[in-house]
């Protein structure tokens, strides 16, 4: 049991746990096509690659989103939610300008 003075420290703690789920519940929301009209992955992955995108994460989310990590032509680094059908950006995520290891 805890004591009154534990008590408060364990409401901030809670509620900084809910906060943090709901942020990594917080995926982008894409249309609910049938995974047969998707563009490959394969086909996504070289898209990406033609216009300079190094990505070093490849996920889709549980909104059925493609969700990239990696870094821009420019070295800059990305998080950006794309429409697994036509490949259409649906959000980006702001990251912070880092240099990928190609772009020292």
């Known amino acids: 049991m805890s ?13 900084a746990l ?3 789920s709901g942020a990594a519940l ?3 929301d894409c249309a ?3 995974r047969s009209a ?5 086909q996504f992955r070289e898209q ?3 216009q300079g995108v190094q990505i070093t994460k490849f996920r889709i989310t549980p909104g059925n989103c493609y969700e990239i990590y ?3 032509a420019n070295g800059r680094k990305l998080e950006i939610y794309y429409d697994p059908v036509d490949a259409r950006p ?3 995520v702001v990251s912070s300008q880092l240099t990928s290891p190609r772009h020292p």
Do not use: C, I, N, Y
């Open 70 to 72: 990696g870094f821009d």
């Open 32 to 34: 609910r096509q049938d």
């Open 3 to 15: 004591t009154p003075a534990q008590r408060p420290a364990r409401a901030l703690t809670l509620l």
């Open 38 to 42: 998707w563009m490959p992955e394969s």
């Open 26 to 28: 917080a995926d982008a």
């Open 48 to 50: 990406m690659k033609r």
């Open 90 to 92: 649906v959000e980006e």
């Open 18 to 20: 809910l906060a943090l």
